[in-house]
């Protein structure tokens, strides 16, 4: 079983950046991909990066490329999203999310077996 804890969320204004972070429980977090998704009102939650087990591939969605970096410290049960150039359209709740993938692609929400509660990130213009 694994926990999955989110923080670093907040109010920030367009243009500026955030670090989210996803503190894990559990001896297994370095054997699964994680990932980070978002939901924001009236819309469905949406991939936005993933990172392999051993942090060695990662996968950004188009529209966060360039501006969000996903990474991990596997000595640290932790994985990280560093989000800049943010823009209001990032606005949502961002959820970390953990599992084997099992064959769905790093984008798909039902290669994740566990979920963290989620952390508001709201940004102004």
């Known amino acids: 079983q694994v926990q999955l804890v989110e923080s670093g969320g907040g109010l920030v204004q367009a243009g500026g950046s955030l670090r989210l972070s996803c503190a894990a429980s559990?001896?297994?977090?370095?054997?699964?991909?994680m990932g980070w998704f978002r939901q924001a009102p009236g819309k469905e939650r949406e991939f936005v990066a993933c990172?392999?087990?051993?942090?060695?591939?990662?996968w950004h969605a188009d529209s966060v490329k360039g501006r969000f970096t996903i990474s991990r410290d596997n000595a640290k049960n932790t994985v990280y999203l560093q989000m800049n150039s943010l823009k209001p359209e990032d606005t949502a709740v961002y959820y970390c999310?953990?599992?084997?993938?099992?064959?769905?692609?790093?984008?798909?929400?039902?290669?994740?077996?566990?979920w963290g509660q989620g952390t508001q990130v709201t940004v102004s213009s």
């Open positions: 990172i392999s087990w051993s942090g060695g591939s990662t």
């Open positions: 559990g001896r297994t977090f370095s054997s699964y991909a």
């Open positions: 999310a953990g599992g084997r993938l099992l064959g769905y692609g790093p984008q798909d929400s039902d290669g994740y077996d566990y």
